[in-house]
């Protein structure tokens, strides 16, 4: 059964604290994604990974880095975690290709920044 | 850019109650259309998926065919049971310039099915 695991499901942290979400996959995919959940906004991709070591920016990338040091795991990092940064985030992985991969997603961590 | 717009929720139906969930895109080239579905709890898992023109995707009772000339891809389930309750997001997958696969996601329709 494939699986996309991440660290934690909740986690409450303070204001500046640097916060690390790990995410970690067994299905020997290329390609990992970072997205928070919003109410009302649905799912906004942060940042994405398509090989070890490679990233690029999403479509909200401010106050968030990322890091993939090894092919199953990708790491979303809050550098000084801001009240604003409150949220669900979900880790997601796929395959590689020009195909329409199906993107296995996480159970999410439910992020709150007091 | 490429967007999804989903009608707002929550729908709010009785069970065996027909379903109908509008999905609508603007995309500039020619994207794959998904419907993920969110059980309460956990994360996104995919119900269906079409990647060209009159594509029917169907899976446990769900169906939505791609439709180009109104750019929609509308999910529908003849009978609904209690255990459809879920948040049911539309995608599109787009290559963009670079050839690799991104989503983008809808806001979500939350469905609540009552005995």
């Known amino acids: 059964d494939v699986k996309v695991t991440q660290s934690s499901r909740y986690l409450v942290k303070r204001t500046g604290e640097k916060v690390f979400l790990e995410c970690v996959q067994d299905?020997?995919?290329?390609?990992m994604f970072w997205y928070r959940q919003d109410p009302g906004l649905g799912l906004r991709l942060i940042y994405f990974?398509?090989?070890?070591?490679?990233?690029e920016k999403g479509d909200i990338p401010e106050g968030y880095s990322v890091s993939r040091e090894k092919k199953e795991r990708f790491s979303l990092i809050l550098e000084s975690a801001s009240t604003n940064q409150t949220s669900m985030y979900l880790c997601?992985?796929?395959?590689?290709?020009?195909?329409?991969?199906?993107?296995?997603f996480g159970p999410g961590t439910r992020l709150t920044v007091t | 850019g490429d967007s999804v717009t989903q009608m707002e929720g929550p729908v709010t139906l009785s069970e065996e109650a027909f379903l109908t969930i509008n999905c609508t895109y603007t995309?500039?080239?020619?994207?794959?259309l998904f419907w993920y579905v969110q059980y309460p709890g956990e994360g996104l898992q995919l119900l269906l998926k079409?990647?060209?023109?009159?594509d029917k995707g169907s899976n446990k009772g769900f169906e939505a065919t791609y439709r180009k000339e109104t750019t929609s891809f509308h999910l529908e389930k003849g009978s609904v049971q209690v255990s459809d309750s879920a948040v049911y997001f539309c995608?599109?997958?787009?290559?963009?310039?670079?050839?690799?696969?991104?989503?983008?996601f809808g806001t979500g329709t939350r469905l609540l099915v009552s005995p």
């Open positions: 995608a599109l997958s787009d290559a963009g310039t670079t050839g690799f696969q991104k989503l983008v």
């Open positions: 997601a992985s796929s395959l590689m290709g020009q195909g329409a991969y199906e993107q296995y």
């Open positions: 299905m020997d995919h290329e390609n």
């Open positions: 995309a500039t080239g020619y994207p794959s």
């Open positions: 079409a990647t060209k023109a009159d």
């Open positions: 990974s398509y090989d070890v070591k490679m990233k």
